[in-house]
């Protein structure tokens, strides 16, 4: 079973979180499974929903798949070194995911580099200011890393996941099921298309 950790913190933007664990968990049957990791017992979202962690933060050392949610409070996020010295995360045997501002959480840990990054409009000056140059599409990837920007990106970001891992035939399965009746096609397509778009681009050389 491949596993994934949706890394949430205090302040998260809900749907950053659960379409991205919700779209992978319709895998679990197929081997790809997502828990919510969140560094308190509990975590409460930028709308007031509080949420018990499935897996506390440590449980990044060991997923397969980290993906890095957005919200409010990322801010005090990187500006905690004790926090961000948990996120010990390696992309030469991981595959490394961020949604809109946690772009800013890959890029102070240094896993950026030269890439290109998306991210949310508010979080944008902020990403940029760490030197990482900003697209202004909702989701690119090169290698293992991957970033999403704008919250329903995150279909594009549980897509990337689902076909590094499964295929693309599984990630289409996913996206049927889900899509707005009578627009089916045209979702699985859309998302498909920004993957591959994605997988054509070499990784970075440093």
């Not at 499974?33 to 449980?59: D, H, K, L, Y």
Request: net charge negative; proline share 5%.
């Amino acid at each position: 079973m491949a596993q994934v950790a949706v890394v949430t913190f205090d302040g998260f933007n809900e749907l950053d979180s659960f379409i991205a664990s919700a779209l992978i968990n319709r895998c679990r049957k197929d081997g790809l499974e997502a828990f919510i990791t969140t560094p308190t017992p509990q975590v409460t979202s930028m709308n007031g929903v509080e949420v018990t962690g499935q897996r506390p933060i440590e449980f990044v050392t060991e997923a397969d798949v980290v993906l890095i949610g957005s919200g409010v409070r990322t801010r005090d996020v990187v500006a905690d070194g004790p926090l961000l010295a948990q996120l010990p995360l390696d992309p030469t045997r991981q595959l490394i995911g961020s949604q809109c501002s946690g772009a800013l959480v890959l890029a102070h840990l240094g896993l950026l580099g030269t890439m290109p990054a998306c991210t949310d409009l508010t979080s944008r000056p902020f990403v940029e200011a760490r030197g990482v140059t900003v697209l202004d599409t909702p989701f690119h990837a090169e290698g293992n890393i991957a970033t999403a920007g704008g919250c329903l990106a995150s279909q594009y970001l549980a897509t990337w996941v689902i076909t590094r891992t499964l295929g693309e035939d599984a990630a289409r399965a996913v996206l049927d099921y889900v899509a707005p009746v009578g627009e089916n096609r045209e979702t699985v397509e859309r998302a498909l298309r920004a993957v591959s778009a994605a997988r054509t681009v070499e990784p970075a050389r440093s």
